[in-house]
T-cell receptor
Framework: QKEVEQNSGPLSVPEGAIASLNCTYS??????FFWYRQYSGKSPELIMS????GDKEDGRFTAQLNKASQYVSLLIRDSQPSDSATYLC????????????FGSGTRLSIRP | GAVVSQHPSWVICKSGTSVKIECRSL??????MFWYRQFPKQSLMLMAT?????????EQGVEKDKFLINHASLTLSTLTVTSAHPEDSSFYIC?????????????FGNGTRLTVT
């Protein structure tokens, strides 16, 4: 089982709709969760961080965390073509050496 | 804040030569930096954790004698790919968290695209 799992996609969403990206993790004691966006050929950029159960909103982005079910999701409202990218879920694993583990990423495509 | 600068952004070298990549934290001190490698259409793979003033911690399967890491100051870590081969061609990205707390997110350099001919 991978430590951080994501559906690789591609996920195709019409412009203006809500894109929903999901991620599950295996280390139950993980405390910090992040979503990064990566355009092709570029390095990842941080979109959201979330540390406690519930929702966290920042503009068009909402991160949702459910530690009991060990999943974290990212919602993108009013999707724009510029949102087309690979979205990486990352988890700070603290059960052994603290380090951030990335999922394989979900490719999101916003169709006009 | 939390700016990480990586240099060079791309490099082409011949097989058998060595390449050094620099990673700097510009507006914070980073006792720990991380080096990742990413092949086309694949995810980020952690290569090693660079610790200021001590030896790097390498992930399983990463050759420490091939990928030399030096973290001599709180703002600079270097990765040297020694005796590079075409299979080392990849996108190398360094990162650091923005200081305390330890759980803060990683900020990435712009990456170095290495091509070995």
């Amino acid at each position: 089982q991978k430590e951080v799992e994501q559906n690789s996609g591609p996920l195709s969403v019409p412009e203006g709709a809500i894109a929903s990206l999901n991620c599950t993790y295996s280390d139950r004691v993980s405390q910090s969760f992040f979503w990064y966006r990566q355009y092709s050929g570029k390095s990842p950029e941080l979109i959201m961080s979330i540390y406690s159960n519930g929702d966290k909103e920042d503009g068009r982005f909402t991160a949702q965390l459910n530690k009991a079910s060990q999943y974290v999701s990212l919602l993108i409202r009013d999707s724009q073509p510029s949102d087309s990218a690979t979205y990486l879920c990352a988890v700070n694993r603290v059960s052994s050496a603290s380090k951030i583990i990335f999922g394989s990423g979900t490719r999101l495509s916003i169709r006009p | 804040g939390a700016v990480v600068s990586q240099h060079p952004s791309w490099v082409i070298c011949k097989s058998g030569t060595s390449v050094k990549i620099e990673c700097r934290s510009l507006d914070f001190q980073a006792t720990t930096m991380f080096w990742y490698r990413q092949f086309p259409k694949q995810s980020l793979m952690l290569m090693a954790t660079s610790n200021e003033g001590s030896k790097a911690t390498y992930e399983q399967g990463v050759e420490k004698d091939k990928f030399l890491i030096n973290h001599a100051s709180l703002t600079l870590s270097t990765l040297t790919v020694t005796s590079a081969h075409p299979e080392d061609s990849s996108f190398y990205i360094c990162s650091a968290n923005g200081g305390l707390p330890r759980e803060s997110p990683l900020h990435f350099g712009n990456g170095t695209r290495l091509t070995v001919t």
